[in-house]
């Protein structure tokens, strides 16, 4: 339908998102927008999973842990306080920042790899 629709029309297609591209070959057109796959995610998880699509991120944030610290509860972290701690507990300090590419937007429990050990983060 959109190859009869657009028939008559100039211009470059895109029709295929990172679904579409692992998906639907047919539907690549000119453009193809990869989205979540530059990043490693499967489009369509928990259904199949990035090793399904043999996807890898095509980049990554790294830094180091650069101090540690020891919470009790009520203590808080982060701008504007926004992790209050609800049990004594020892956390890292990493050395990064939003002028290093780390989203503003990101919020306490966002998943990290601390010497490939899953944990989350914690304040912003």
């Excluded at 692992?22 to 690549?28: C, F, G, S, T």
């Excluded at 842990?65 to 701008?79: E, H, W």
């Excluded at 990493?94 to 983060?121: E, F, K």
Aim: include cysteine.
């Amino acid at each position: 339908v959109f190859k009869q629709t657009t028939q008559d029309l100039a211009g470059e297609e895109s029709l295929a998102n990172s679904a579409g591209i692992l998906r639907h070959p047919d539907a690549h057109a000119d453009w193809v927008r990869a989205g979540v796959a530059l990043y490693g995610g499967s489009p369509d998880y928990p259904k199949h999973s990035a090793a399904h699509w043999q996807l890898l991120p095509g980049m990554s944030l790294s830094s180091q842990i650069i101090g540690t610290q020891n919470l009790q509860p009520g203590d808080t972290v982060g701008y504007g306080s926004t992790f209050r701690a609800e049990q004594a507990m020892r956390i890292g300090l990493v050395a990064c920042g939003y002028a290093d590419g780390y989203p503003r937007h990101a919020a306490t429990g966002t998943p990290i790899l601390v010497h490939g050990i899953p944990t989350r983060t914690l304040g912003r």
